[in-house]
């Protein structure tokens, strides 16, 4: 098994540091491989290593050319103070061919969060529903984007709006999140 492979099953086994390290040799052995940058960058993530995530992740879509990780490198810029660079990144994950409604989502959610962060409810809420969804199915990512638009209501004093969220959520998972609990609380 080559160091990249062993990465990638250390980090699906939650074994972030160990994956790191494998990635981080898989690198000098392949230092342009999108693959591997990808998987360092992963692995750096969850260590919560944002600023070397980062780098590991803009390489990643450099070489790649690809938009589907957008939303881990708008989260690495949000937690290293740059959240306004969020919202280009999850727009251009909106508008690229090939990226998952699921990496759609998130990238959305991390750059709404972002604007709902500067007190930009408005602008957050808009970002939000450019992601289409239906209330009668809600997979993973469309009760995620229900929650934040949830959330970001609630903080922006909207609570009757916010709870009609959170029910939209519960009518699909009661046990998803604390929905049950923003409800009471928002009752």
Request: charged share 30%; aromatic share 4%.
């Amino acid at each position: 098994m080559n160091r990249l492979e062993r990465a990638v099953q250390l980090l699906e086994r939650g074994d972030a540091k160990g994956a790191a390290a494998e990635a981080s040799k898989a690198k000098d052995l392949a230092p342009r491989s999108a693959a591997v940058r990808e998987v360092l960058g992963l692995s750096y993530y969850r260590l919560e290593r944002f600023r070397e995530a980062l780098a590991e992740m803009q390489t990643y879509r450099r070489v790649s050319g690809r938009a589907d990780q957008n939303h881990i490198i708008a989260d690495c810029l949000r937690a290293l103070g740059r959240p306004e660079r969020a919202v280009p990144l999850a727009e251009e994950a909106l508008a690229a061919k090939g990226v998952s409604l699921a990496a759609k989502a998130e990238a959305v959610i991390v750059a709404a969060s972002a604007l709902a962060d500067q007190g930009k409810f408005d602008q957050a809420l808009g970002l939000l529903r450019r992601v289409r969804t239906r209330e009668d199915v809600a997979g993973p990512e469309v009760i995620r984007i229900w929650y934040v638009t949830g959330d970001i209501l609630s903080r922006a004093g909207r609570k009757q709006e916010a709870a009609r969220e959170f029910r939209k959520i519960m009518r699909h998972d009661a046990s998803a999140y604390d929905v049950a609990e923003r409800v009471a609380q928002l009752s």
